[in-house]
């Protein structure tokens, strides 16, 4: 008799018009299955077929314990999706206010900037002045030194090359 009505109970718990259920309602629907499973095999024992009961429930169990971790995973991830966008809601209206105070501090600071702009340009003209005839003096004591250097470099590489015609057989 309970091999008819088992299948119908089920059907009822399952196919009952319902909202969308929340995750606590899929583990507490899974705990009742479960349990009218159990019940189902429990009583089905005294039948006259021998079933290996512990396996059975072992496989049960190990099904359940699945479905269960599968629902705390999709909890776990709708809650830190809720604390993400938590958190963004929290920070936003602090950005918005340290780029104000950013925009603040450097609307402060233009005038600051400007006086040591003007106070360093006249130092920096000044140095550029005093180091310019050096540079142009070293420039003009190097320039012959690297002139000869180079000149010498060719007359090296056009001994090589005359030397290295020289080992060649003629053609």
């Given at each position: ?139 003009a004591q190097f320039k012959p ?27």
């Amino acid at each position: 008799m309970l091999h008819l009505k088992l299948p119908v109970v089920i059907l009822i718990l399952v196919s009952s018009p319902v909202d969308p259920p929340c995750p606590s309602a899929i583990m507490k629907f899974s705990l009742v299955a479960a349990l009218v499973v159990v019940l189902a095999i429990g009583c089905e024992s005294g039948s006259l077929v021998k079933r290996d009961i512990p396996a059975e429930i072992e496989t049960l169990t190990k099904y359940f314990q699945d479905a269960i971790e599968t629902v705390k995973s999709h909890e776990l991830i709708s809650q830190a999706q809720g604390y993400l966008e938590e958190g963004k809601t929290q920070i936003t209206p602090l950005t918005d206010k340290i780029q104000e105070h950013a925009e603040k501090i450097q609307e402060q600071m233009k005038p600051f900037v400007s006086d040591i702009e003007k106070q360093v340009r006249p130092i920096a003209d000044n140095l550029q002045a005093q180091f310019m005839p050096l540079v142009d003096k070293m420039q003009a004591q190097f320039k012959p030194l690297a002139d000869d250097l180079q000149a010498q470099m060719e007359q090296l590489f056009q001994t090589v090359v005359d030397q290295t015609k020289a080992l060649l057989p003629p053609q």
